[in-house]
């Protein structure tokens, strides 16, 4: 069992997050935003695929302009999932401007690094605060190691320079990351922003750096934090380092809310990013979204071709019926299926599951013994045990999860 670390709870919208509430998957479209129909589209395909929050860039006039009417249209289109925008450089100019944007969004993203230098940051910051502040939004303040506060890392940097035992350049840009989270976040709380309405996040390329910077945030702090790996990578690169940098901080049960961020390409739908998060947050047993198969991976006993396409054959079942599934029984997303090939690992892992078929491998006997909740309750033959077995999993289901 994770313990999560508590946190406040944080009102996004009717979402709420930190401790005692799940942990919430965030995306971001990458739409222009002033496109408002190309954005609301994307959305509705991001929120559809269980994107809880959406963040989408807001950079100039046009994209204020446009926001406006986004977060109108989905609204109108029976779309609840709240809208937080983006700001860079110039947040504090736009939402300002943009008196029905401050309204509309339910919460605002800033970066301390990239708001002016000097007093102007602090000037900047403070107007970018007050407008949150008028309206009770939440703000995210995002640290990003390629857009760090560079008068802060020169100071830092300055500074262990003079020390008789310097750190490495890697260490002092680590705390600078975690100095400018912390400092904001002070700043923030001083001008009257109560911890419920901060998110901190730290998001770095490295895996290594991610993972200290946020261990020493959530040492350090109370609040509330957003995790993600910051330009991941593409396809495969890009999924197994948001899973282990995910994965290793959320079992130490750091991270109220995720994104995974990866490179698009055409072969790679937008949504990707959503079944990753929800694979992590399954895997850890954090969050459970659709009944979870336990399949082997074959070797030379096993007769692939049954048992992979019986596996193939149920997953496809589980998602023809899951919406409805989930209607009727409350709760079977938690269920778990064990599909195996051989003798070998077979028996043992079908009776860890919930219900479990374990397929003759080559020079066994051609049956397959079927356990529920640890007992084995029959045994299949021939030709008719994938239709035979789905009568059973159907059987289990009503029995197991009516209300």
């Known amino acids: 069992m994770i313990k999560r670390r508590t946190t406040p709870t944080v009102s996004i919208g009717h979402i709420k997050i930190g401790y005692g509430h799940p942990i919430v998957i965030q995306s971001m479209t990458n739409t222009p935003t002033a496109d408002v129909k190309a954005t609301v589209e994307q959305v509705l395909e991001l929120a559809n695929a269980g994107s809880e929050l959406v963040r989408i860039t807001i950079n100039d006039d046009a994209a204020a302009q446009a926001a406006i009417e986004i977060c109108k249209e989905l609204k109108d289109r029976g779309c609840s999932n709240p809208i937080i925008g983006d700001f860079h450089f110039n ?60 008068d802060l890392l020169k100071d830092m940097m300055d500074r262990n320079a003079r020390n008789p035992r310097p750190n490495t350049p890697e260490k002092v840009f680590c705390e600078a990351v975690i100095e400018s989270a912390l400092r904001s976040a002070e700043h923030a709380q001083n001008l009257g922003m109560p911890e419920d309405r901060i998110i901190l996040s730290a998001k770095l390329s490295d895996l290594q750096q991610l993972l200290y910077v946020n261990q020493e945030l959530a040492r350090r702090s109370g609040l509330t934090i957003h995790l993600g790996l910051t330009e991941a990578g593409l396809r495969t690169e890009g999924t197994v380092k948001s899973s282990v940098a995910l994965g290793i901080l959320l079992n130490q049960g750091i991270g109220d809310t995720i994104r995974v961020s990866l490179t698009p390409d055409p072969e790679t739908p937008r949504t990707r990013e959503i079944e990753i998060c929800k694979n992590i947050l399954q895997s850890l047993g954090l969050r459970y979204f659709s009944p979870t198969i336990t399949s082997c991976p074959g070797c030379g006993r096993t007769d692939n071709t049954l048992y992979q396409q019986l596996a193939l054959d149920i997953n496809h079942y589980i998602l023809q019926n899951l919406e409805e599934w989930k209607k009727k029984y409350p709760g079977v997303e938690s269920l778990k299926i064990a599909v195996m090939g051989c003798v070998v690992n077979g028996p043992g892992e079908s009776r860890d599951a919930d219900i479990g078929i374990s397929l003759p491998g080559k020079s066994e006997e ?13 045994v299949l033959k021939g030709p008719a045990i994938k239709n035979d077995f789905l009568r059973l999993l159907d059987d289990y289901i009503s029995k197991r999860f009516q209300t």
């Open 91 to 150: 947040g504090h100019i736009l939402l300002n401007r943009y008196r029905e944007l401050a309204k509309s969004l339910a919460k605002y993203r800033i970066n301390p690094g990239n708001i002016g230098h000097g007093q102007k940051h602090d000037e900047h910051f403070e107007m970018f605060l007050k407008v949150a502040l008028e309206h009770e939004k939440p703000v995210r303040i995002g640290v990003n190691g390629g857009s760090l506060d560079q």
């Open 366 to 378: 051609p049956q397959a013994p079927v356990f529920m909740d640890g007992k084995q309750i029959c």
